[in-house]
């Protein structure tokens, strides 16, 4: 069933993303997220099936078929997801990848289409907590072969990715429940109408541009308000190249996204699992036929002497 949530994540994955946790401008953070990955590949043979559970424009697979690749392995790689995913036509760049891996679109992991005993291995990042696990984890067990792995990485509630989104979702709500979005149409209309000078009302919407971030409780460590002025700004400066309704809907527009942006950000915290709920995750498993090989907090940064930085939980379990 589409819901407001699904098209929320339609949207941002038809923006070209191949992962939604991690910045794009990380790279250490997202290499060492892929050289675990490998590390998990590498334990497989030749001629086998694999999964990826929610798997947006297909990050996992594409790490998948490179490794398959380099090992001249013929792998069957699918990715699915609830979204409405497109992931060759929506991330061009690497489409020669991409075009190696059956995707589907609209699959409930509570719901797979595919014959009992088909994988070898299951795999999910930031995906499977999102689901109705009473329900998805069964659904594991069955596409799984007996001696089958499913390995995750998971969401946890005192993760740096889920502290940082937390504080994302509060941005976006102070924006959402200001004055800024009426405002920037109060004055938009008044320009398109040739009286943007009347009660310096341009001046008076800059200035509380500014002060919309200054009078944030936590202005040194701001993300979403600056992009948003940004975008605000850029679209005032648009005003003479389209007719007035259409910027008028540009305005409307973003802060339909930012809506949207903040409701997938408070579903990705509320998706993480406190040390009970995972326990009580590993208690299904273990009901269903499944033996804990690894467990514990996926955390980066400490081969390279960094900070330890934990970003969620991982696990990886051998079906009997």
């Known amino acids: 069933m589409v819901t407001k949530e699904t098209r929320g994540w339609d949207n941002y994955w038809k923006r070209g993303a191949l992962h939604s946790c991690i910045s794009a401008a990380d790279k250490d953070k997202q290499q060492e997220i892929n050289d675990f990955w490998g590390g998990i590949y590498a334990q497989f043979p030749d001629e086998i099936a694999s999964l990826d559970i929610g798997t947006g424009n297909g990050l996992l697979p594409s790490l998948a078929v490179t490794y398959a690749n380099e090992q001249a392995y013929s792998w069957e790689i699918h990715g699915v997801d609830l979204a409405n995913i497109d992931p060759v036509a929506d991330v061009p760049e690497a489409k020669d990848l991409l075009d190696q891996i059956n995707f589907q679109g609209r699959i409930a992991a509570e719901d797979l289409p595919f014959a009992a005993g088909y994988f070898d291995l299951v795999t999910a990042q930031y995906a499977i ?31 740096l990715v889920v502290a940082q989104n937390n504080e994302n979702a509060q941005e976006a709500d102070y924006l959402l429940e200001s004055d800024i979005f009426r405002e920037c149409k109060d004055l938009l209309s008044l320009m398109l109408s040739g009286k943007e000078a009347e009660g310096g009302i341009y001046n008076q919407y800059v200035e509380n541009l500014v002060r919309l971030s200054e009078s944030y409780p936590s202005p040194s460590s701001l993300n979403i308000i600056p992009v948003m ?28 996204r930012l809506s949207e942006q903040r409701d997938l950000l408070r579903d990705l915290v509320n998706s993480a699992l406190d040390e009970a709920k995972l326990e009580e995750l590993l208690v299904q498993l273990k009901s269903l036929n499944f033996d804990l090989v690894h467990e514990g907090r996926f955390s980066i940064g400490q081969e390279k002497g960094q900070e330890n930085v934990m970003l969620g939980h991982y696990i990886q379990l051998k079906k009997r």
Not at 233 to 250: D, F, H, N, V, W
């Open 129 to 159: 907590e999102y689901s109705d696990m009473a329900r998805s984890i069964p659904e594991i067990a069955r596409v799984l072969k007996k001696g089958g792995v499913f390995c995750a990485i998971l969401h946890s509630h005192n993760s």
């Open 229 to 256: 002025q940004n975008s605000l700004m850029e679209i005032m400066k648009l005003s003479r190249k389209y007719r007035p309704q259409q910027i008028l809907e540009m305005v409307d527009n973003a802060r339909r």
